[in-house]
């Protein structure tokens, strides 16, 4: 509390050692330059949670409750009446030639520093820091050691960070140098089949990364999905096996994405041999052996994220290994510097890092940075704690000064170790991506259960509220489908049900109480199809009406019909596999011919299911599950994108939607997204089109911020507009 903190630090005065003499700059305390006063609200006295009658009473403020008031956050300790409040620093009888400048700063500080900068310091509250800006229009008092202290230790933290920023600009420099010299230009890479060839965006790509590896840096590829950051990585690992650097390197990907991997890596260079370090504990067991005693021969190695922190035979193994390169495919999922993941992939034994992504800044600055300290350890691990600081705080004002400064800082970062090309500059040809946001009326009866449930959990006790998971999850699953609750099964039809179950042969012995205990935790839907399973249940089961009783399925329905008419071909994503299966109820009903993937599809049948709705044209929609079918997977055949319920996160969403809008696509794609009006899902929208304001602040670039490798390619696009930060 401030109140230990303000017992246990010592009051210290500056003395002056010349008593005939004046010490430079303002002795006494901080004194803010003289401005127009104005009155300044009492804070609301500190009240005990004692478990009293008393401390739910509202108490009037007295001069005496403030001075016994010691323990809030705003306590009157912070600005104190004695002259000590800038002397907080020194108890030596000899003068300080740094004082006078250190004092300047510091003044300079609080009287310059907006809200959310006091809010840097220790212990000071957005509440604290709002009294001390009150307090420098009205006040003329000194300030705590405290804050003082505070103070400083935010100032040596900008220091850290200026100093990391003028690293990285001399590290931009001399690469700009080295392309200004014209000394980066290549050709693409003679290894590689020569059937393809690269795009001049993607030669420039991994110029790029051929620059970084000759500055011995790390980086992280960030092009916009569907520009082809696989085929780029496999030319540099090519490039790097021409020049007589063979590896081993280590590729590590989401499960989803294992074997289009593989297949990118034998189609695009066979020449390089290709280990996969997946299967059972048993295969892996044995290509561990194999590979520790130089059994087999590989240049790299594929595996996944969930094995590469796997047990710990499987993390022993990649730190056993001299690694050349490892390249993280999906790197965003790096970027939780505390997470258990972050921390053993970071102990992989590798001499460089890359990573793949199209969505490097999803949340906050702060994730951004995580993924460069990934990269850099040796150059970011000594400003972590700075940097954390720096970059983790909200802002309190949207586009405040504040705000602005961090990301022009963090652009200064990250300049020289993120290459980011967005498709609508490299790929001018590539058709338009068109975004329809429908807001669909819930049905009746729909409205009707989900007010019901807001009010409940609205008015429930705290006990009751911490008793639901996910409060959040519930609303959100009825603003998609009554069914995913369970409403139309009562207790008492319940009760009924599990007398019935008796009767079949596999539950003559069970309790009925017991089987009514297991369906009270079931959804409508999943009874429904318990329903269908059980002959002596069958009459229970629920009409089409009530399947399709959901504001989004009725304009889906429409949707459907009119996308099929018109010849058009739909990928079908939800979060929720339990919609899918009502999804795959309704497009029976209307016999739409369909496939589909989600997270509980083999990973051999994965890449089938994917070639299968490229070539058979007769196939209508592809459902997919948002997580396990967003990620590097090749959807081109389709145009439509039609998200039935969006992500909290809308990173997710877009690369969901970039499955079918990348290279190789030759139709307007449309991306259609249902939202439940009037629901929880609005502020979902809003919160993540928020998100999206951040990217947009990080990549704009005003007159003369673009960074041009000038030099890099042949012909026409010799300036092309690459580096976009």
Same mark, same amino acid.
């Given at each position: 509390?401030?109140?230990?903190?303000?017992?246990?630090?010592?009051?210290?005065?500056?003395?002056?050692?010349?008593?005939?003499?004046?010490?430079?700059?303002?002795?006494?305390?901080?004194?803010?330059?003289?401005?127009?006063?104005?009155?300044?609200?009492?804070?609301?006295?500190?009240?005990?949670?004692?478990?009293?009658?008393?401390?739910?009473?509202?108490?009037?403020?007295?001069?005496?409750?403030?001075?016994?008031?010691?323990?809030?956050?705003?306590?009157?300790?912070?600005?104190?009446?004695?002259?000590?409040?800038?002397?907080?620093?020194?108890?030596?009888?000899?003068?300080?030639?740094?004082?006078?400048?250190?004092?300047?700063?510091?003044?300079?500080?609080?009287?310059?520093?907006?809200?959310?900068?006091?809010?840097?310091?220790?212990?000071?509250?957005?509440?604290?820091?709002?009294?001390?800006?009150?307090?420098?229009?009205?006040?003329?008092?000194?300030?705590?050691?405290?804050?003082?202290?505070?103070?400083?230790?935010?100032?040596?933290?900008?220091?850290?960070?200026?100093?990391?920023?003028?690293?990285?600009?001399?590290?931009?420099?001399?690469?700009?140098?080295?392309?200004?010299?014209?000394?980066?230009?290549?050709?693409?890479?003679?290894?590689?089949?020569?059937?393809?060839?690269?795009?001049?965006?993607?030669? *420039?790509?991994?110029?790029?990364?051929? %620059? !970084?590896?000759?500055?011995? &840096?790390?980086?992280? +590829?960030?092009?916009? /999905?569907? @520009?082809?950051?696989?085929?780029?990585?496999?030319?540099?690992?090519?490039?790097?096996?021409?020049?007589?650097?063979?590896?081993?390197?280590?590729?590590?990907?989401?499960?989803?994405?294992?074997?289009?991997?593989?297949?990118?890596?034998?189609?695009?260079?066979?020449?390089?041999?290709?280990?996969?370090?997946?299967?059972?504990?048993?295969?892996?067991?044995?290509?561990?052996?194999?590979?520790?005693?130089?059994?087999?021969?590989?240049?790299?190695?594929?595996?996944?994220?969930?094995?590469?922190?796997?047990?710990?035979?499987?993390?022993?193994?990649?730190?056993?290994?001299?690694?050349?390169?490892?390249?993280?495919?999906?790197?965003?999922?790096?970027?939780?510097?505390?997470?258990?993941?972050?921390?053993?992939?970071?102990? *992989?034994?590798?001499?460089?890092?890359? %990573? !793949?992504?199209?969505?490097? &800044?999803?949340?906050? +600055?702060?994730?951004? /940075?995580? @993924?460069?300290?990934?990269?850099?350890?040796?150059?970011?691990?000594?400003?972590?704690?700075?940097?954390?600081?720096?970059?983790?705080?909200?802002?309190?004002?949207?586009?405040?000064?504040?705000?602005?400064?961090?990301?022009?800082?963090?652009?200064?970062?990250?300049?020289?170790?993120?290459?980011?090309?967005?498709?609508?500059?490299?790929?001018?040809?590539?058709?338009?991506?068109?975004?329809?946001?429908?807001?669909?009326?819930?049905?009746?009866?729909?409205?009707?259960?989900?007010?019901?449930?807001?009010?409940?959990?609205?008015?429930?006790?705290?006990?009751?509220?911490?008793?639901?998971?996910?409060?959040?999850?519930?609303?959100?699953?009825?603003?998609?489908?009554?069914?995913?609750?369970?409403?139309?099964?009562?207790?008492?039809?319940?009760?009924?049900?599990?007398? !019935?179950?008796?009767?079949?042969?596999?539950?003559?012995?069970?309790?009925?109480?017991?089987?009514?205990?297991?369906?009270?935790?079931?959804?409508?839907?999943?009874?429904?199809?318990?329903?269908?399973?059980?002959?002596?249940?069958?009459?229970?089961?629920?009409?089409?009406?009530?399947?399709?009783?959901?504001?989004?399925?009725?304009?889906?329905?429409?949707?459907?019909?009119?996308?099929?008419?018109?010849?058009?071909?739909?990928?079908?994503?939800?979060?929720?596999?339990?919609?899918?299966?009502?999804?795959?109820?309704?497009?029976?009903?209307?016999?739409?011919?369909?496939?589909?993937?989600?997270?509980?599809?083999?990973?051999?049948?994965?890449?089938?299911?994917?070639?299968?709705?490229?070539?058979?044209?007769?196939?209508?929609?592809?459902?997919?599950?948002?997580?396990?079918?967003?990620?590097?997977?090749?959807?081109?055949?389709?145009?439509?994108?039609?998200?039935?319920?969006?992500?909290?996160?809308?990173?997710?969403?877009?690369?969901?939607?970039?499955?079918?809008?990348?290279?190789?696509?030759?139709?307007?794609?449309?991306?259609?997204?249902?939202?439940?009006?009037?629901?929880?899902?609005?502020?979902?929208?809003?919160?993540?089109?928020?998100?999206?304001?951040?990217?947009?602040?990080?990549?704009?670039?005003?007159?003369?911020?673009?960074?041009?490798?000038?030099?890099?390619?042949?012909?026409?696009?010799?300036?092309?507009?690459?580096?976009?930060?």
């Amino acid at each position: 509390s401030d109140e230990s903190e303000a017992s246990s630090a010592p009051k210290r005065e500056i003395k002056n050692p010349n008593p005939s003499t004046s010490v430079p700059q303002p002795v006494p305390a901080l004194q803010p330059p003289a401005r127009t006063v104005r009155s300044t609200p009492q804070p609301e006295p500190h009240r005990p949670l004692n478990g009293t009658k008393e401390t739910r009473k509202r108490r009037r403020p007295t001069p005496e409750s403030r001075k016994q008031d010691t323990s809030s956050e705003d306590n009157a300790s912070d600005f104190e009446e004695s002259p000590r409040g800038l002397d907080s620093d020194s108890d030596s009888d000899q003068p300080d030639e740094t004082l006078p400048r250190v004092k300047g700063q510091i003044l300079n500080f609080f009287q310059n520093a907006t809200v959310d900068e006091l809010t840097l310091i220790a212990g000071c509250s957005l509440k604290k820091a709002q009294k001390i800006s009150r307090y420098f229009l009205s006040s003329r008092n000194g300030l705590s050691n405290e804050l003082l202290a505070g103070c400083r230790e935010v100032l040596r933290e900008r220091e850290v960070v200026q100093g990391l920023m003028g690293k990285c600009e001399d590290i931009s420099r001399r690469m700009t140098e080295v392309v200004q010299k014209g000394q980066g230009s290549m050709v693409q890479p003679h290894i590689l089949n020569s059937a393809f060839h690269l795009k001049p965006y993607q030669l *420039i790509g991994l110029n790029w990364l051929v %620059l !970084l590896h000759q500055n011995e &840096l790390s980086g992280i +590829l960030a092009d916009e /999905m569907g @520009l082809g950051k696989t085929i780029q990585a496999i030319s540099f690992l090519a490039h790097l096996y021409q020049e007589g650097n063979p590896g081993p390197h280590l590729i590590t990907v989401p499960s989803s994405t294992l074997d289009n991997w593989v297949r990118e890596l034998n189609l695009w260079c066979p020449s390089l041999k290709v280990l996969v370090y997946y299967g059972s504990i048993e295969e892996r067991r044995c290509v561990r052996y194999e590979i520790l005693n130089e059994m087999v021969d590989y240049n790299i190695i594929v595996s996944t994220y969930n094995l590469a922190i796997g047990n710990a035979s499987d993390r022993s193994l990649f730190r056993k290994l001299k690694l050349e390169y490892a390249v993280f495919d999906e790197g965003h999922m790096l970027k939780n510097m505390s997470s258990l993941r972050y921390r053993h992939l970071m102990a *992989i034994n590798a001499k460089y890092r890359l %990573l !793949l992504t199209g969505t490097p &800044l999803q949340n906050n +600055l702060l994730e951004l /940075m995580s @993924l460069l300290n990934f990269i850099m350890p040796n150059m970011f691990s000594s400003s972590t704690s700075q940097i954390a600081k720096m970059f983790a705080m909200k802002s309190s004002e949207e586009q405040s000064s504040f705000e602005r400064d961090r990301i022009a800082h963090a652009k200064l970062i990250m300049k020289p170790f993120i290459l980011r090309r967005i498709k609508s500059e490299v790929l001018k040809q590539l058709p338009a991506k068109e975004e329809q946001i429908e807001f669909c009326p819930m049905s009746e009866k729909q409205q009707q259960l989900y007010d019901e449930l807001f009010n409940r959990l609205k008015n429930a006790r705290n006990e009751e509220k911490r008793e639901l998971t996910n409060v959040m999850m519930q609303l959100r699953k009825m603003a998609n489908h009554p069914l995913l609750h369970r409403q139309y099964y009562t207790s008492q039809r319940l009760a009924a049900m599990s007398r !019935l179950m008796l009767k079949e042969p596999s539950h003559r012995e069970s309790d009925p109480a017991l089987i009514q205990e297991d369906m009270a935790l079931m959804s409508d839907f999943e009874l429904h199809r318990l329903c269908q399973q059980y002959t002596v249940l069958i009459e229970h089961q629920l009409d089409m009406d009530l399947l399709q009783d959901s504001g989004k399925l009725q304009l889906l329905i429409q949707i459907l019909k009119d996308l099929k008419e018109k010849g058009d071909r739909v990928v079908l994503f939800s979060q929720f596999t339990m919609m899918l299966d009502i999804l795959e109820v309704l497009l029976k009903h209307h016999k739409h011919r369909y496939i589909r993937l989600d997270g509980s599809t083999p990973m051999g049948d994965r890449i089938v299911l994917i070639d299968q709705f490229n070539t058979d044209q007769d196939i209508f929609v592809f459902l997919l599950s948002t997580r396990a079918g967003g990620l590097g997977i090749n959807l081109t055949s389709a145009n439509v994108v039609i998200l039935h319920d969006i992500d909290c996160n809308p990173y997710n969403d877009k690369q969901a939607e970039d499955r079918c809008h990348r290279v190789g696509q030759t139709r307007t794609v449309k991306v259609i997204k249902l939202i439940s009006k009037d629901s929880i899902e609005d502020a979902m929208l809003r919160i993540g089109q928020r998100k999206l304001k951040l990217e947009q602040d990080m990549t704009a670039t005003e007159e003369g911020e673009l960074f041009y490798w000038c030099t890099l390619v042949l012909g026409d696009i010799s300036v092309y507009p690459v580096y976009r930060i």
